[in-house]
């Protein structure tokens, strides 16, 4: 078997093999839903879909790695670099990571030079990274209990890489901006960067996943992974695949195991996602 052959099966391999997404339908019952996915272990739910998204990501790394290998580089300069380089996206924890073993390792040098920017950069890349923090650390503390009151359906949030659910108070290291994840299981996820007070004078909306009922239901998302293998979740006795096209292409995948299918399998979804941009889909039928 070529390169080529073999690295198109194992994509169709793991494809077939990925855990069915689960989007709970607006007006369905949170509880079923939760029971449901703990009956069904093939299934995860959307909210779990995008934290593994998220903590998959490797953004920042490569960027990082090669300022850490820079001398001579001041606490301004750096601060500046790494402000830029997240502002276009949240780190991830390895980056993180790579950020806090640079600044560990210029301490004397960049703390001399200007001690507040050092401190509180050292302190969000230790605690972001998951290490011990500093007990010079200046903290913010914060009510989620806002930001559900702004959007009662959100279900976690995710600031730069912190999984909490929006209850009580939250302590997190002093920062100017920082990245937020809203996730909810019925609509799409709500990204913001800025700080906290900006993010609560924020008009917090997003369109649901899914609108209708079992018989008949509408989405408008654009995102691959629901329209290839995503299900929704009306009740027990209604689950519906996201798509039609992936209920007629399924008999005929299962038919055919040449090595010339997931090929014709990214050329046919790559050709279907850029029609279905921006576009309404409405289901009529579900398939149980």
């Known amino acids: 078997m070529g390169p080529l052959i073999f690295f198109f099966f194992i994509g169709f391999l793991s494809l077939k093999s990925e855990a069915q997404i689960l989007v709970r339908a607006s007006g369905a019952s949170p509880q079923l839903y939760q029971e449901y996915l703990q009956a069904h272990p093939q299934q995860k739910s959307y909210a779990q879909h995008l934290l593994t998204q998220h903590m998959n990501s490797t953004y920042g790394e490569r960027d990082l790695f090669q300022i850490s290998e820079q001398q001579n580089l001041s606490m301004n300069e750096l601060k500046e670099r790494v402000l830029e380089l997240r502002s276009r996206g949240p780190l991830s924890k390895l980056a993180w990571s790579f950020l806090a073993d640079y600044l560990s390792a210029h301490k004397p040098l960049l703390e001399s030079q200007n001690k507040r920017s050092f401190t509180d950069l050292f302190c969000e890349a230790r605690f972001y990274s998951e290490q011990d923090g500093e007990a010079s650390c200046q903290w913010m503390s914060l009510s989620l209990e806002d930001l559900r009151?702004?959007?009662?359906?959100?279900?976690?949030?995710?600031?730069?890489?912190?999984?909490?659910?929006?209850?009580?108070?939250?302590?997190?290291?002093?920062?100017?901006?920082?990245?937020?994840?809203?996730?909810?299981?019925?609509?799409?996820?709500?990204?913001?960067?800025?700080?906290?007070?900006?993010?609560?004078?924020?008009?917090?909306?997003?369109?649901?996943?899914?609108?209708?009922?079992?018989?008949?239901?509408?989405?408008?998302?654009?995102?691959?992974?629901?329209?290839?293998?995503?299900?929704?979740?009306?009740?027990?006795?209604?689950?519906?695949?996201?798509?039609?096209?992936?209920?007629?292409?399924?008999?005929?995948?299962?038919?055919?195991?040449?090595?010339?299918?997931?090929?014709?399998?990214?050329?046919?979804?790559?050709?279907?996602?850029?029609?279905?941009?921006?576009?309404?889909?409405?289901?009529?039928?579900?398939?149980?």
């Open 149 to 288: 009151r702004q959007w009662p359906e959100a279900h976690l949030v995710v600031i730069e890489t912190k999984v909490v659910e929006l209850q009580g108070q939250l302590l997190l290291p002093r920062s100017e901006k920082l990245h937020w994840l809203l996730i909810s299981d019925t609509r799409k996820e709500i990204h913001f960067w800025g700080s906290f007070e900006e993010l609560k004078r924020q008009h917090l909306h997003s369109d649901y996943l899914v609108e209708g009922s079992c018989g008949q239901f509408s989405t408008s998302t654009d995102s691959i992974s629901l329209l290839s293998s995503g299900f929704v979740f009306f009740s027990a006795d209604c689950v519906a695949k996201f798509s039609p096209e992936t209920q007629e292409r399924k008999p005929w995948l299962e038919r055919n195991k040449s090595w010339v299918l997931p090929l014709s399998i990214i050329a046919v979804g790559a050709a279907a996602a850029s029609q279905l941009q921006g576009k309404k889909l409405v289901f009529k039928d579900s398939v149980f």
